[in-house]
């Protein structure tokens, strides 16, 4: 599977490592892991591979950069996929939410999953204590705002970005 995914700066790196050593028992994200999935891309099959950067390309051009900030805590109880629950570091961007309706144009949006369902988030963590994930999800945390000058495809499957996308696209 392949996303195109901004990269998250080492602030909230630092913030979701810090939040998910409170979280005993769930699997915290490598600082290395942390991103913030734009949209789902597709499957890994190899001629599809070859043909997403330009696929995205095409699909961003035009775009400048803009900004996104953290905004406070959230948690997904019963995730439509992997182990539950999952705490977030919730995220704001009208320009974000314009750039993912525009990518479920040419990338099929996930059921459950995109298109209206989506939730800009930094993962934290995955399972552990329920209630302790939502003890921690009701907490203030810092507000971290920054500019997205780069879009990154990732490869899920080997971990490991393919393609990098400087902004204005």
Do not use: Q
Request: charged fraction near 25%.
């Amino acid at each position: 599977m392949y996303s195109l995914n901004v990269p998250v700066p080492a602030s909230v790196a630092r913030l979701a490592g810090d939040l998910a050593r409170e979280l005993p028992g769930a699997r915290a994200r490598a600082r290395d892991e942390h991103s913030l999935l734009v949209k789902r891309l597709g499957g890994s099959d190899g001629h599809e591979a070859e043909r997403l950067p330009a696929r995205v390309r095409e699909a961003i051009a035009g775009t400048p950069p803009f900004a996104v900030a953290t905004a406070g805590l959230g948690i997904f109880e019963e995730p439509p996929t992997g182990t539950g629950p999952v705490v977030y570091l919730a995220v704001e961007s009208p320009e974000l939410m314009a750039l993912h309706d525009r990518l479920c144009g040419p990338f099929e949006p996930v059921p459950h999953l995109e298109g209206d369902e989506y939730v800009p988030h930094v993962t934290i963590a995955r399972g552990g204590d329920p209630d302790v994930a939502r003890c921690l999800a009701e907490r203030p945390v810092e507000r971290v705002t920054w500019n997205v000058t780069e879009l990154v495809i990732w490869d899920a499957e080997r971990s490991l970005p393919t393609t990098r996308f400087s902004l204005p696209a």
